[in-house]
């Protein structure tokens, strides 16, 4: 189906309650809706927006177009948690219904003041010939969950940018309120703008962060600055580059830079090179926030952009990542499932094998949700690894090519393909330690594979049929050593 305009720009206060309650039924009929993952309860999820830990709970938004599955007239739907487990619906945040964001309540943050959560976003709005003009705006939520919009606080894009300039993530250091926006220079290249103001809302523009790359994609979405370990830490999300071997193979990609902190009077960002977070094949718009305890947490997009996926023709699109942990170690990110996921375990079963030039499934390992931990040692074989969602014609392989040092995820054969396009497998170098570790979480719809820790991490939906339930274990041209683990997912 191809929607209109008019479709797209519909707002749900508009639509009757018969329609929304049969797309409802479509939604929840579909035969890859997710047992313990955030989804949209009807229609399109995007960015998650606004990650925050206030008031005692975590509190997520997250772009949504409550109609179908695809890009239109944005709301910010908030879901809150105590645990980062289970999530409680809350309802629309932001509507698109002032003339500062009527064409959609585009991306942004929070950040906690004077014991209110103060939300900045992007208004996004069109004239009457499709132009385009942002506005950066403001809204405040108070411990009831009341939000209130206080309007614009930045309504210009600054000299010498377009008007992409949007997704605005604020934090607080020495006093100041900062703020970073994703945006584009005249030529066409992408950068990020910093922002300083002492209240939230009267704002000075700073300058453009200086870093090395002056010619990296055409816009940078979704920026995302913070410290760790007196490291300086950049996230954001380049639109426009060109795949190069293993890297930048999807549509869009997400990443980061790690460097000297940010020098908050120069704007000068010392760092080392671009480094994407997840090397598989849905991964966008990461958001992170700081918790009560001090951790670093992401959330990301489970989807991209531009893209069909097969729940479309069920009403409904994307989900996100479940929470990682984000730690430093020798000048990178590893990306860890956070502890508290752990209470979704259910039975567990154990095996320890020999594999030699053999493939080989186990009593109990079998599923549709489930984590597993995969850990191989002692290698001969050319290549290793696990078969999931296996039936006699569906399979998801995640292996290590010892020959090539890479792992790679493929999913050619995982059942209904988004984005085949763009290709049907991901890799990424891991250097051979005799050693490789696979932590995995399997849901209706989706995996999440973290590699050595959190060295590697590849995310992706699959649509398999629902028979494809196996686990196979294998090893290729040789022997390795086995063992592993799984637990059941509880909800």
């Not at 695809?70 to 309802?91: F, P």
């Not at 976003?121 to 206080?150: F, S």
């Not at 614009?152 to 894009?157: A, K, L, R, S």
């Not at 480094?275 to 305890?293: C, H, M, V």
Request: aromatic share 14%; glycine share 10%; charged share 25%.
């Amino acid at each position: 189906m191809a929607w209109t305009k008019e479709q797209r720009y519909r707002k749900i206060e508009d639509v009757p309650e018969q329609e929304m309650s049969e797309l409802s039924k479509r939604v929840n009929g579909s035969p890859w809706r997710q047992l313990f993952h955030i989804q949209p309860v009807t229609g399109l999820l995007n960015d998650p927006n606004g990650f925050s830990f206030y008031n005692g709970e975590y509190h997520l938004f997250y772009q949504w177009f409550p109609l179908g599955p695809v890009h239109g007239l944005k709301y910010w739907y908030h879901t809150k948690s105590r645990n980062l487990v289970h999530w409680e619906n809350a309802g629309i945040a932001l509507a698109p219904d002032d003339y500062f964001d009527s064409h959609g309540a585009y991306s942004g943050s929070a950040i906690e003041h004077e014991n209110q959560l103060y939300l900045m976003y992007t208004g996004n709005t069109r004239d009457k010939d499709w132009n385009r003009h942002p506005y950066q705006c403001l809204a405040v939520m108070d411990e009831t969950g009341e939000i209130e919009k206080l309007g614009p606080v930045i309504p210009e894009v600054p000299e010498g940018y377009t008007d992409h300039f949007r997704d605005p993530k604020v934090w607080k250091e020495n006093g100041f309120f900062y703020a970073v926006i994703g945006a584009q220079r005249e030529n066409e290249t992408g950068c990020v703008l910093l922002f300083k103001s002492s209240n939230l809302k009267d704002w000075d523009f700073e300058g453009e962060i200086q870093t090395s790359l002056k010619n990296f994609g055409y816009m940078w979405e979704c920026p995302d600055y913070f410290t760790m370990e007196g490291h300086g830490i950049l996230l954001f999300s380049p639109q426009g580059l060109a795949p190069d071997d293993d890297h930048y193979n999807n549509i869009y990609q997400s990443g980061y830079l790690i460097g000297e902190t940010l020098n908050l009077e120069n704007h000068e960002f010392m760092h080392g090179p671009f480094i994407e977070l997840d090397r598989g094949f849905d991964f966008y718009a990461p958001q992170s926030t700081k918790d009560s305890s001090g951790r670093r947490i992401l959330v990301g997009w489970m989807g991209l952009p531009e893209i069909n996926y097969p729940t479309d023709q069920d009403g409904w699109a994307h989900c996100l990542t479940i929470p990682r942990e984000l730690t430093i170690k020798e000048g990178k990110l590893l990306q860890t499932p956070v502890d508290e996921l752990k209470v979704l375990r259910g039975d567990r079963i154990d095996v320890e094998a020999r594999l030699c030039n053999e493939g080989k499934g186990f009593d109990g390992f079998q599923g549709t949700a489930y984590e597993m931990k995969a850990e191989f040692s002692n290698w001969t074989a050319s290549e290793a690894g696990i078969e999931l969602r296996t039936s006699e014609k569906e399979k998801t392989v995640i292996k290590y090519d010892s020959v090539n040092k890479k792992v790679v995820f493929d999913r050619s054969l995982s059942g209904q393909l988004p984005g085949e396009e763009f290709g049907t497998t991901r890799s990424c170098q891991i250097d051979d330690t005799g050693k490789l570790s696979f932590r995995i979480f399997v849901d209706t719809s989706s995996v999440e594979i973290f590699v050595n820790e959190g060295e590697a991490v590849f995310t992706g939906r699959i649509f398999p049929g629902k028979d494809s339930k196996g686990i196979r274990f294998f090893a290729r041209d040789g022997h390795v050593q086995l063992k592993a683990v799984k637990w059941d997912i509880i909800k």
